[in-house]
């Protein structure tokens, strides 16, 4: 089965300051990739994913995400970050062919401070 | 309604409780998901209906957990005799395409969020 890791728990950063959020999977099949943010008592909400085609994927909020196949990752990053994207970040994968087992890492808590 | 709705959002159980956590979907879809997200950790699926078929019940812990969906729409996920380790948040999720669809958009609900004590 596919596995996602995210390899930071935590990450702080400055308001305005670049921010990547990294992410590893693990599959032995073609997946879709996915990033959703969790906003304090809320339910998770799609940024981006990654289905096909370009390997640099654009969504919401600034935020953009890029496929690397031989690297087995699907990092997030934004350019300047502001104080409201302060949230848990969670990266998932599904395989192609079960689009219903989404594996979702284990989250980083972005801070952004001022 | 516009999006996933989730009731109740918080309950406390004492252990040993039944407790029931009910899902609306938006209106049409087809495929409907639970999760177990555990404080700190990502969501670990439950179950996957596709209608009121239950096709994947291969996440439940344990056989204190059981959930329907019996006319395709609203789902209920029943855990009986609660245990401290099922305090956790449950989201639900909603879906229009069917299985293994290509590019499916899975929207989720705000969670329910149980402590048992």
């Known amino acids: 089965a596919q596995s996602v890791t995210q390899l930071d728990s935590q990450v702080p950063v400055f308001e305005e300051a670049p921010v990547e959020l990294r992410c590893n999977y693990s599959?032995?099949?073609?997946?879709?990739l996915f990033w959703y943010v969790q906003y304090p008592n809320q339910g998770l909400q799609l940024l981006l994913k990654y289905l096909s085609g370009s390997t640099l994927v654009k969504g919401i909020n600034g935020f953009e995400a890029e496929f690397n196949k031989s690297q087995t990752s699907f990092h997030l990053r934004k350019p300047s970050v502001h104080i409201s994207d302060t949230a848990e970040y969670f990266c998932a994968v599904t395989n192609r062919d079960n689009n219903n087992d989404m594996r979702f890492g284990a989250g980083t808590r972005l801070t952004v401070k001022p | 309604g516009a999006g996933v709705s989730q009731s109740p959002r918080y309950k406390v159980a004492k252990r040993g409780q039944d407790v029931a956590l009910r899902c609306d979907p938006i209106?049409?879809?087809?495929?409907l998901f639970w999760y177990q997200q555990a404080l700190g950790q990502g969501p670990e699926f439950l179950t996957y209906?596709?209608?009121?078929?239950?096709?994947?019940k291969s996440g439940l812990p344990s056989d204190r957990f059981f959930a329907e969906r019996p006319e395709g729409s609203v789902s209920t996920l029943k855990i009986q005799r609660t245990q401290q380790e099922d305090s956790a948040v449950y989201l639900c999720?909603?879906?229009?395409?069917?299985?293994?669809?290509?590019?499916?958009?899975?929207?989720f609900g705000e969670g329910s969020w149980l402590t048992v004590v």
């Open positions: 209106s049409g879809h087809v495929s």
């Open positions: 599959s032995s099949v073609s997946v879709y």
């Open positions: 209906f596709q209608n009121e078929a239950q096709l994947d």
């Open positions: 999720a909603s879906s229009l395409a069917l299985r293994g669809a290509s590019g499916n958009t899975i929207y």
